[in-house]
C-alpha cells in the first residue's frame, strides 16, 4: 500500500483525507502492524483510485527485479483473512503485467456480512460476482439481490455494496474486476 500511496505522490495526510482512514492508522497498516478490516481496505483503496485487489499485487519494480510473469501459480497466489468477517479471498490473477481484469477467489462464512462504502474512484471499476457454491445476498445501492451457485451479478463500484452470507454454510465466488479510465459519459 506504501509503494501505491507513494507512486500517486500522496502523503499519510493526504491519503487520510481521501479515505477516510486515520493516519495513524494507515501507517500502522503500512508498516504490518495492524490487520485491517475489508471495510478499511475499501476504504484505502477508493482514496487510492484502485480495487481492493490492487493491493494485494506484488509492486515490487527496479532493474533488480525479476521480469514478471503472465502466469500466478496457486502456492503463490496472495491469500488475505478478513479479522472481522473472517472471509477468505485469494487474488487468482497475476500481479504483473498489468492488466484492467482481476480475478479473486472468495470464500465467505456462514452467517457474515461485510458492508462497503464504496464510492466514485478515478477510475471506472465494474465487477462481477459468480456464485460458485452455496448463496450470497448482495445489495447494491440499496437493491438487494440474492445469488444461488451458477448466478452472476455485474455492476460497477460506485456505490454502497453490502455481501451477507443469509445461510448456513459457507458460500464461494468469484470475483471479476475490469477498471477503465473514468469516464463521466458512462453509465452502469
Same mark, same amino acid.
Given at each position: 500500500?506504501?509503494? =501505491?500511496?507513494?507512486?500517486?505522490? @500522496? /502523503? ?12 495513524? !492508522? ?7 502492524? #495492524? ?5 478499511? %481496505?475499501?476504504? %484505502? ?8 485487489? #490492487? ?5 515490487? +519494480? ?10 500466478? *501459480?496457486?502456492?503463490?497466489?496472495? $491469500? ?12 487468482? #490473477? ?11 477467489? $472468495?470464500?465467505?462464512? +456462514?452467517?457474515?456480512?461485510?458492508? @462497503?462504502?464504496? #464510492? ?25 439481490? =440474492?445469488?444461488?451457485?451458477?448466478? &452472476?451479478?455485474?455492476?460497477? =463500484? !460506485? &456505490?454502497?455494496?453490502?455481501?451477507? !452470507?443469509?445461510?448456513?454454510?459457507? +458460500? *464461494? ?8 479510465? @473514468?469516464?463521466?459519459? *458512462? /453509465?452502469?
Amino acid at each position: 500500500m506504501r509503494e =501505491l500511496r507513494e507512486a500517486q505522490g @500522496f /502523503s499519510l495526510d493526504a491519503l487520510a483525507e481521501r479515505s477516510g482512514v486515520s493516519r495513524s !492508522n494507515i501507517s500502522l497498516i503500512e508498516r504490518g502492524q #495492524s490487520s485491517p478490516t475489508a471495510t478499511v %481496505l475499501d476504504k %484505502l483503496s477508493t482514496g487510492l483510485g484502485v480495487t481492493v485487489a #490492487s493491493l494485494f499485487e506484488d509492486g515490487r +519494480a527496479g532493474a533488480a527485479a525479476a521480469a514478471p510473469s503472465p502466469l500466478a *501459480r496457486v502456492d503463490e497466489q496472495p $491469500v488475505w483473512t478478513d479479522p472481522a468477517s473472517g472471509y477468505v479471498r485469494r487474488n487468482v #490473477s497475476p500481479s504483473s503485467p498489468r492488466s484492467p481484469l482481476q480475478l479473486v477467489d $472468495v470464500l465467505f462464512p +456462514a452467517g457474515q456480512r461485510v458492508a @462497503f462504502e464504496t #464510492s466514485a474512484r478515478d477510475a471506472d471499476v465494474y465487477q462481477q460476482v459468480w456464485m460458485i457454491e452455496g448463496q450470497m445476498e448482495l445489495t447494491v445501492d440499496g437493491t438487494p439481490w =440474492l445469488l444461488e451457485q451458477g448466478d &452472476c451479478l455485474s455492476m460497477r =463500484l !460506485n &456505490c454502497p455494496i453490502v455481501y451477507r !452470507n443469509p445461510s448456513r454454510q459457507a +458460500a *464461494r465466488y468469484l470475483v471479476a474486476l475490469a477498471s477503465l479510465p @473514468f469516464s463521466p459519459e *458512462r /453509465s452502469f
